[in-house]
């Protein structure tokens, strides 16, 4: 909690540096060159919580232990990335195939309300996604597009959300992350975070018109690969997601 308000009184830095994006859950060093090694220390230090996305894992650590020392854990997440012309044949053909039941629906929203956050959050604690904080979801921060699927009842079943977090300038221009999947234990294994991928991805390209999309997933995490992949997304070594944290605890799946 208090990371995430320090990341929210940083914004204005945030928007205006190349070298760094706004991830909602931690600082993300794009680009620590341009920022200097000095002043990430110091954030690094304060908030004992970093990434490193779109990199080649063992360079980024390397890095990491060189600049911010040996001490730091550095959990690594597979990279899986795709282009327009991959990914939305594919989800297409996800989203005709998965049928939901009658009285079901599907809301996409870039500004969620306050009962619409709190669902998204229990979700994803359920699930073991660390949920954005309240603020972010509402995209204040950067744009955040996030897509739900409700049973008849109205009961959240499924979310996913897509954030375009870097910079115009920055070396991921144009490429949007997306994730944050969750679907309810009691409604798992019929296809839905499939679908809720897939209908979360279309969404942000036509919010976005990114040029590319980057998802993230555990190593471990066998399911979510092929979720991620049937939705046009190849795995990619030179797209890993690296953090730097103190604690040694693991932020999501």
């Given at each position: 909690?208090?990371?995430?308000?320090?990341?929210r009184d940083r914004?204005?830095?945030?928007?205006?540096?190349?070298?760094?994006?706004?991830?909602?859950?931690?600082?993300?060093?794009?680009?620590?060159?341009?920022?200097?090694?000095?002043?990430?220390?110091?954030?690094?230090?304060?908030?004992?919580?970093?990434?490193?996305?779109?990199?080649?894992?063992?360079?980024?650590?390397?890095?990491?232990?060189?600049?911010?020392?040996?001490?730091?854990?550095?959990?690594?997440?597979?990279?899986?990335?795709?282009?327009?012309?991959?990914?939305?044949?594919?989800?297409?053909?996800?989203?005709?195939?998965?049928?939901?039941?009658?009285?079901?629906?599907?809301?996409?929203?870039?500004?969620?309300?306050?009962?619409?956050?709190?669902?998204?959050?229990?979700?994803?604690?359920?699930?073991?996604?660390?949920?954005?904080?309240?603020?972010?979801?509402?995209?204040?921060?950067?744009?955040?597009?996030?897509?739900?699927?409700?049973?008849?009842?109205?009961?959240?079943?499924?979310?996913?959300?897509?954030?375009?977090?870097?910079?115009?300038?920055?070396?991921?221009?144009?490429?949007?992350?997306?994730?944050?999947?969750?679907?309810?234990?009691?409604?798992?294994?019929?296809?839905?975070?499939?679908?809720?991928?897939?209908?979360?991805?279309?969404?942000?390209?036509?919010?976005?018109?990114?040029?590319?999309?980057?998802?993230?997933?555990?190593?471990?995490?066998?399911?979510?690969?092929?979720?991620?992949?049937?939705c046009g997304l190849?795995?990619?070594?030179?797209?890993?997601?690296?953090?730097?944290?103190?604690?040694?605890?693991?932020?999501?799946?």
């Amino acid at each position: 909690i208090e990371l995430q308000k320090r990341l929210r009184d940083r914004q204005p830095w945030i928007r205006d540096t190349p070298g760094v994006a706004h991830g909602g859950r931690l600082l993300h060093n794009v680009d620590p060159q341009i920022d200097g090694w000095d002043n990430i220390r110091e954030l690094a230090d304060e908030d004992e919580l970093v990434g490193y996305p779109g990199v080649v894992a063992q360079a980024a650590i390397a890095m990491i232990r060189k600049e911010l020392g040996a001490h730091w854990h550095t959990p690594v997440w597979m990279g899986f990335v795709g282009t327009p012309d991959d990914v939305l044949p594919a989800c297409d053909r996800v989203i005709g195939d998965v049928a939901l039941p009658a009285g079901w629906r599907v809301d996409s929203f870039d500004v969620a309300d306050d009962a619409q956050l709190a669902a998204i959050q229990d979700l994803n604690a359920q699930t073991g996604v660390s949920p954005y904080p309240a603020y972010y979801s509402r995209s204040e921060a950067v744009p955040v597009v996030t897509v739900c699927i409700f049973d008849a009842a109205g009961g959240l079943v499924a979310t996913a959300s897509a954030a375009d977090r870097y910079h115009p300038q920055s070396r991921l221009a144009g490429c949007t992350f997306a994730g944050m999947v969750s679907v309810s234990p009691s409604h798992q294994g019929r296809g839905l975070g499939k679908l809720v991928n897939a209908l979360m991805l279309a969404a942000s390209h036509d919010r976005f018109n990114w040029s590319s999309v980057q998802e993230q997933v555990a190593p471990d995490n066998a399911a979510s690969q092929a979720m991620i992949a049937a939705c046009g997304l190849g795995h990619n070594e030179g797209f890993m997601s690296v953090a730097a944290i103190i604690s040694g605890e693991s932020i999501t799946r």
